[in-house]
């Protein structure tokens, strides 16, 4: 499960995986959720885009497919910037895999058409991926994140 937290003046998103019967932590969880990826988008800094969960909504489902959490953002309470972020992590140890921004080089108004991530569940078959966007999806296939 995802949370959300304000610690101090910063706001924070950490992936936990709980045992069901007792509530502990188990992986070494929770972990920290950050990532990083070029761009010159809306927020960026030498070009570089940050996930940044003030401005980032974790409003749809996680999907486990193959040992992979995956999980999707759109952004918060509809204000810009617009970007929508996929994340995937190792199931079994919470590892970072992979990390992707659906606007990292726009973010505004004008280029938020394809980067919120709807609140609809990302959906897999195979190595491919779907993730529901507003007003359409994107799709990408992949071999691994």
Sequence with gaps: MITKTQEGPDVVERLHALDITTGAEKFGGPVKIQ???????TNSSNGLLSFDPRTAHQRAGLLFVNGVVYIAWGSFADTPPYHGWVMAYDGNTLQQLG??????????LDCSA????????????S???TVPSKPAAFHCTAEKP
């Design 114 to 125: 394809n980067s919120t991530i709807s609140a609809a569940t990302p959906s897999a078959q």
């Design 99 to 108: 990390a992707f921004a659906t606007t990292p080089n726009g973010g505004n």
């Design 35 to 41: 990532a990083t990826v070029p761009g010159q988008g």
């Design 127 to 129: 190595a491919a991926m």
